[in-house]
């Protein structure tokens, strides 16, 4: 069994910055791949960020591209995403999730947390 806790989601201005964390837990974690998702209202879910088990792999989509890092302490049993430039479109629940393999795809993922808020303000 895997948990996930999210935090460190706002209210940022437009061309600002947020990191938001995932805070993970289980046996076998640290052999789990982690993605972020984005749902916004009346929207479907958006693949956002994933990182491998190991951290030498990363993907992102193409809306966050250039703009958005994630990236993974293993001591720590985090994975992070630093979103900069942030545009009102990024406005969204924001949801970490693990797999056995690093995906873009969402149900290829197991388990799921909760969720933060983050709210860019134009």
């Known amino acids: 069994q895997v948990q996930l806790v999210e935090s460190g989601g706002g209210l940022v201005q437009a061309g600002g910055s947020l990191r938001i964390s995932c805070a993970t837990s289980g046996r076998t974690v640290s052999s789990y791949g982690i993605g972020w998702f984005r749902r916004a209202p009346g929207k479907e879910r958006e693949f956002v960020a994933a990182i491998n088990w190991s951290g030498d792999s990363t993907y992102y989509g193409n809306s966050v591209k250039g703009r958005f890092t994630i990236s993974r302490d293993s001591a720590k049993n985090t994975v992070y995403l630093q979103m900069n430039n942030l545009k009102p479109e990024d406005t969204a629940v924001y949801c970490c999730?693990?797999?056995?393999?690093?995906?873009?795809?969402?149900?290829?993922?197991?388990?799921w947390g909760q969720g933060t808020q983050v709210t860019v303000s134009s």
């Open positions: 999730a693990a797999s056995k393999r690093a995906s873009t795809y969402g149900p290829a993922y197991d388990y």
